[in-house]
């Protein structure tokens, strides 16, 4: 049987040969890892926070701007209420992803308008800052224009919803006390009537 004896000398007149084919080879190749690197690459997210400092019941100020918290409630819960359904509806609609007219019924009813509730709620998260009465509220996006004015807008609908919920719950205590007042009223005057009856009576 034959031997065929191969040098380095005969590799290297092979490689020359066929240079054109190896180093397309070679560039190709490189494309394609470079291409497959970039398929996985994580498509970056950028993070931008918003601080809302949230100040106890104690003075008229507190109230009027509507970050305070009263007795019975906690940081915590207000941090909930940060990334909570009304507060994130107000901020799609800020945002224009929602429209101004439309209301929680019907965006509850739309598959559409709900997942863009979502989504929002999944960019979003709000957190007490450990040992202070600050929330920061911080929004990702992969533009970084866009997650500032998510965290922002998000601060901004929080406080307007704090204030409709204060307002509404003022309104209500005042109703209830204006009508125990008036009951109140009336159980005197019916008293007062029965006692002059039976003063007149007696004699």
């Known amino acids: 049987m034959a031997q065929y004896d191969v040098d380095l000398r005969d590799y290297w007149r092979i490689i020359k040969k066929r240079k054109a084919i190896i180093l397309l080879m070679v560039i190709m190749v490189g ?5 497959f690197a970039k ?30 918290w009263a007795q019975g409630e906690n940081l915590v819960t207000h941090a909930y209420i940060v990334t909570s359904y009304p507060v994130m509806v107000e901020t799609a609609k800020t945002l224009g992803l929602l ?21 929002l709620q999944s960019k979003v998260e709000a957190i007490r800052e450990e040992g202070t009465n600050i929330i920061n509220i911080t929004a990702v996006s992969r533009k970084p224009a866009e997650a500032a004015r998510i965290a922002n807008t998000v601060a901004r609908s929080y406080k307007t919803y704090n204030i409709k ?39």
């Open 99 to 119: 429209k101004k007219a439309i209301s929680l019924d019907e965006i509850r009813n739309s598959k559409k308008d709900l997942a863009v509730i979502k989504g």
């Open 31 to 35: 494309i394609f890892s470079y291409g």
């Open 165 to 203: 919920e204060k307002n509404r719950k003022t309104t209500e205590t005042k109703a209830f006390i204006e009508a125990q007042l008036s009951k109140t009223h009336q159980d005197l005057k019916a008293a007062e009537t029965n006692s002059n009856h039976s003063g007149k009576g007696m004699r």
């Open 39 to 68: 398929l996985k690459e994580p498509i970056p997210l950028y993070s931008t926070s918003a601080a809302v400092k949230i100040e106890r019941l104690t003075n008229l100020a507190a109230i009027l701007t509507g970050n305070f």
